[in-house]
C-alpha cells in the first residue's frame, strides 16, 4: 500500500504532494514501483496535528480519488469522517483505512455496512492532538488485541461481514516509542486472530529514535526508509497481509525476498544434485 499524502503538513514528505496532479503523478509512480494499493488521505495524523473542515477534506480527497480510479488504481481513502469515505467509495475507493477504527464518527460503521467496502480498523485511542497522552499499557499485545476485538464487535453489531475487515495494530498512535516494538515482535497473535492484518510502521518515529545518531538525534522520516523496508520485510515473513509505505521499491523488494526465504523454507523435500548446479 503506497501513500499518498494530500495534505500541506505531512510529517513524511511536508506536503510535496498537496496539489491534485503531484497527488495523482506520485500515485501512479508509486504503482509503477509495486504498489498493488494507494491509500489517499486529506488529514494529516501525526502527532500534535489539528482537524481540517471536512469541505476541505473532501476538496482535497475526492479528485484525486477519481483520477487514480481512473488509471487503474485500486485506492484506499484514508479517513476517520463517515460522508468522505462514503463519497470516495462512490467515487470508486475500494477500501476505507480509518485510523480511529470508528471511534472517531458513529456513523463510520454504518457506512461500511452500507457501501460493503474492506474497512481497515485501527487501534486508536484519540486524536493526534491527545494521542502521546494515552501510551500507557499492562500489555499492549493483550490490550491492542482486546480493543480490537471491541471494534470487530461493534463493526458486526452494524452488519459489516468479516470478510471486510482489516486490523491494524495502530504503530505509533498511542504508542509514542518502546510500545511499537512488542506489537511487531508478536505480531503472529494479531494474524492468530483471524483478520487480514495491516502493519504502517513507515517513517514513524519509533524508527527515528532506534537510528539515532551518536548526539541522540533522531533520524529524519526520509532516511527511515531502509528501516521501513527491514520492517515490512519481517511483517511479511509474520503474516501480515499488507504493509503501509511511504517509498514502495525498498519495501516491494522487501516483501519479494521475505516471500522468497518463506518458499525456500517450506521446500523441504527439495535436493540439489551436482546436475542443477550452474
Avoid at 69 to 83: L, P
Avoid at 197 to 206: D, E, H, P, Y
Wanted: hydrophobic share 45%.
Amino acid at each position: 500500500m503506497g501513500v499518498v499524502n494530500v495534505t500541506p503538513d505531512s510529517f513524511s514528505d511536508g506536503g510535496r504532494w498537496f496539489k491534485p496532479g503531484a497527488a495523482v503523478a506520485h500515485g501512479v509512480t508509486l504503482m509503477g514501483q509495486g504498489a498493488d494499493i494507494l491509500d489517499v488521505g486529506g488529514e494529516s495524523t501525526r502527532p500534535g496535528s489539528r482537524r481540517v473542515p471536512v469541505d476541505e477534506e473532501l476538496v482535497r480527497v475526492l479528485p484525486v480519488v477519481e483520477d487514480l480510479v481512473r488509471r487503474g488504481a485500486v485506492v484506499s481513502v484514508d479517513t476517520t469522517r463517515a460522508v468522505v469515505a462514503r463519497e470516495a467509495v462512490a467515487a470508486g475507493a475500494q477500501i476505507i483505512n480509518d485510523v480511529s477504527g470508528g471511534l472517531a464518527d458513529p456513523e463510520m460503521h454504518a457506512t461500511v455496512a452500507r457501501t460493503g467496502a474492506v474497512y481497515v480498523a485501527m487501534h486508536w485511542r484519540g486524536h493526534a492532538d491527545v494521542m502521546d497522552a494515552n501510551d500507557s499499557y499492562d500489555d499492549v499485545v493483550a490490550d491492542v488485541r482486546r480493543e480490537l476485538a471491541e471494534r470487530v464487535a461493534e463493526l458486526r453489531a452494524a452488519g459489516v461481514h468479516d470478510e471486510q475487515i482489516v486490523l491494524d495494530p495502530g504503530l505509533g498512535f498511542a504508542k509514542a516509542g518502546s510500545s511499537n516494538w512488542p506489537l511487531l515482535g508478536r505480531l503472529p497473535e494479531l494474524v492468530a486472530d483471524g483478520f487480514p492484518v495491516l502493519v504502517g510502521a513507515s517513517r514513524k518515529r519509533f524508527l527515528g529514535h532506534l537510528l539515532a545518531g551518536p548526539d541522540g538525534e533522531p533520524a529524519p522520516p526520509l532516511a527511515r526508509d531502509g528501516a521501513t523496508a527491514a520492517v515490512s520485510a519481517l511483517a511479511a515473513q509474520a503474516g501480515a497481509w499488507c504493509v503501509r509505505v511511504h517509498e514502495v521499491a525498498g519495501s516491494a523488494d522487501a516483501v519479494r525476498v521475505a516471500a522468497a526465504w518463506r518458499d525456500g523454507a517450506d521446500d523441504q523435500g527439495a535436493t540439489t544434485t551436482r546436475e542443477d548446479m550452474p
